[in-house]
């Protein structure tokens, strides 16, 4: 099978410890992004990501309270905990909220490679098709980024595309501002005009003609399911 380019959100408020675990994660061809609190994390709680990698112990809000909004919002994606704490206690409470592995500090950065390795390949290896979408007849394959049209035909899409679909299709039905949309897939470092999206809903609605993109006026932008 092809090698899929994993996307990994890494909530890690130990400098170091992030830096190191993303390199050894990057070197797998996973794309990372490190957050140091779950408050930062939480911004970016629709950006299509395949699993999630908590530190328990986090500034402000923690990295349960995290986990209760991950799975409140997107229950299929994977989650890795990671703590220094009581560990019988912390992996127990891990589990029984939802989290699907865990790891007591401290630990290899290699073995987190393996066991982020073997969960991805549970949840997406034999079964991608759980991670496929489906709307207004286009298929979305979350996981390879490829959308094909009713009759199985793939339509080209550039990453903003994508990336702009996949935010407003997994928000169907709610307006989300331009704002919203220029800090999920440009990042709150993004300078340029708030009309980048405009250009990009356009080329959506050109190649995908049957989409239902509404333009919310003073609010942005919404798929209708």
């Not at 390949?121 to 207004?136: A, E, F, T």
């Not at 996981?143 to 009759?151: A, L, N, Q």
């Not at 999920?184 to 993109?213: P, Q, T």
């Amino acid at each position: 099978m092809e090698e899929t380019e994993y996307k990994i959100n890494l909530v890690e408020d130990e400098d170091s410890l992030a830096s190191i675990l993303k390199a050894y994660l990057e070197k797998e061809g996973w794309k990372v992004s490190v957050f140091h609190s779950a408050e930062e994390a939480l911004e970016y709680l629709h950006n299509g990501v395949h699993l999630w990698i908590l530190d328990i112990m986090l500034p402000g809000m923690s990295g349960y309270d995290l986990l209760k909004k991950i799975k409140e919002n997107h229950s299929e994606q994977p989650v890795i905990f990671i703590s220094a704490r009581d560990q019988d206690l912390d992996k127990i409470i891990g589990l029984e909220m939802g989290s699907d592995d865990y790891l007591a500090k401290p630990f290899l950065p290699k073995e987190l490679v393996i066991r982020a390795r073997k969960l991805l390949h549970r949840v997406y290896g034999g079964g991608l098709h759980d991670s496929k979408m489906v709307i207004s007849r286009y298929q979305i394959d979350v996981v390879r980024r490829d959308v094909f049209d009713e009759d199985g035909n793939a339509i080209e899409l550039t990453t903003k595309e994508f990336d702009v679909l996949l935010y407003l299709v997994e928000n169907a039905n709610v307006a989300k501002s331009r704002e919203e949309i220029l800090t999920e897939v440009w990042g709150r470092d993004y300078v340029g005009s708030d009309r980048a999206v405009d250009d990009v809903v356009r080329r959506i609605r050109r190649k995908l003609n049957r989409l239902s993109l509404e333009t919310v006026y003073g609010s942005g932008y919404r798929i209708v399911s």
